[in-house]
């Protein structure tokens, strides 16, 4: 389910979500922000898609929250 294969399309996997997500992650915006900014696309689908891609985008270190804004890791 987070990554690609024969049987999930590049559109369902998680890795496509993250990247969706890290995409409207423009400016400090919060976690609610964030769902109504994307809520609609029918990649998201749901809130528990939305904080699978999202805890993908933790896990790899690509965004952080801090005082309940997320904002991309500068490197």
Do not use: C, Y
Not at 8 to 33: E, F, H, M, P, R
Request: glycine residues 6%; neutral net charge.
């Amino acid at each position: 389910m987070i990554l690609p294969n024969k049987h999930i399309q590049i559109s369902n996997s998680i890795l496509n979500l993250g990247a969706i997500l890290l995409d409207n992650i423009t400016a400090n915006q919060t976690v609610s922000l964030l769902w109504d900014k994307v809520r609609e696309l029918s990649e998201v689908r749901n809130f528990e898609r939305f904080s699978l891609g999202l805890d993908l985008l933790f896990i790899l270190g690509i965004v952080e929250l801090k005082d309940g804004i997320i904002r991309r890791v500068e490197k």
